[in-house]
């Protein structure tokens, strides 16, 4: 009851406020973790940098779930009102839906404010892909990418693993999250340490990332062409070297009825992508906005399923 409580609120707050500029975040203190643990996991393990990794992994894991759930026991013990504020406060913080919107739209800003280099920097910020050479509509399409891949590993993933394991369970998601996006790259230096990372993150997605799609694919039907994000999805859900990340891709796609995905450079080095969607129209400035909204919508619709029905289902249950 307090969990499901205090996930809603957390919700309302990050729709309200975001990542806040003015404090420190955790999946901040979990970066400068995972960067202080690598250079002596590789050191310890030369020759063994799999093994490096999946210490990391369970170092990484331990230590989020540890302090956290250490914190807020301590808020609990202090009185039972710090104990739900805490647990207001993780849920905010590990939720993204504002400022996943706030940092992807800094990039039609800087195109319409600026040059296609200022565009091409502010999409660096939020993509790991090679930015210097992308055309205007590149940039775009990168920018709507990180919105609908984001929607769920940013804003339904967590939402889900709070629901159900608490806000210890969902800060211990985003651990893994972070791992992955720091370490769990394809290269030389990261093909191996970072390996256990990208394995946990892609079991963790799995589930949400099928559900963000089907959910995004209902919100479609909010003003956006709900018959062909289903058509699209059962049919691109699967064009992707990742097993989750295009679901939601797909999905928003055919909702906006444009293609994402396709060949891209990354540390230099092309990587061959399949498309997803139809290549319709061009994407434009407008569909960064839009994906935006699409996001928001299936971020309501995870919302009302995982948090507000078992909240009612609960007052049923006891009376109140």
């Not at 210890?168 to 990372?197: E, I, P």
Request: net charge neutral; with cysteine; glycine share 10%.
């Amino acid at each position: 009851m307090n969990h499901l409580t205090a996930l809603l609120l957390g919700f309302c707050i990050d729709l309200l406020l975001g990542d806040p500029r003015w404090l420190y975040h955790p999946v901040q203190a979990i970066g400068a973790l995972i960067s202080h643990l690598e250079p002596p996991l590789r050191r310890a393990f030369p020759r063994r940098l799999r093994l490096a990794g999946a210490v990391l992994v369970i170092a990484v894991v331990a230590i989020t779930g540890i302090v956290t759930g250490g914190l807020l026991f301590l808020l609990h013990w202090l009185h039972p009102v710090a104990g739900f504020v805490g647990e207001t406060i993780v849920c905010w913080l590990i939720l993204a839906t504002k400022s996943l919107r706030t940092e992807s739209m800094k990039v039609v800003k800087a195109l319409e404010t600026g040059t296609l280099d200022d565009g091409r920097k502010a999409v660096s910020m939020i993509v790991g892909r090679d930015t210097e050479h992308l055309s205007e509509e590149e940039v775009l399409k990168a920018a709507v990418e990180t919105v609908a891949e984001n929607a769920s590993d940013g804003i339904l993933a967590p939402l889900l693993f709070a629901a159900v394991l608490g806000p210890v369970g969902g800060m211990c998601y985003k651990a893994v999250n972070t791992m992955d996006s720091m370490v769990g790259y394809k290269n030389d230096r990261y093909l191996d340490f970072g390996r256990a990372a990208a394995k946990v993150d892609d079991v963790l997605n799995f589930l949400p990332a099928r559900i963000s799609g089907f959910l995004m694919c209902l919100a479609a039907y909010c003003g956006f062409d709900g018959k062909n994000a289903f058509r699209i999805f059962f049919r691109d859900r699967k064009n992707h070297a990742s097993p989750n990340s295009a679901h939601t891709e797909a999905a928003c796609a055919g909702a906006l009825g444009i293609q994402l995905g396709g060949t891209h450079d990354y540390f230099g080095k092309p990587v061959v992508k399949p498309t997803i969607g139809d290549d319709l129209r061009p994407v434009c400035r407008g569909d960064v906005a839009a994906a935006n909204r699409l996001a928001l919508l299936t971020a309501i619709l995870a919302l009302l399923l995982f948090d507000l029905l078992p909240l009612l289902a609960v007052w049923r249950l006891f009376g109140w």
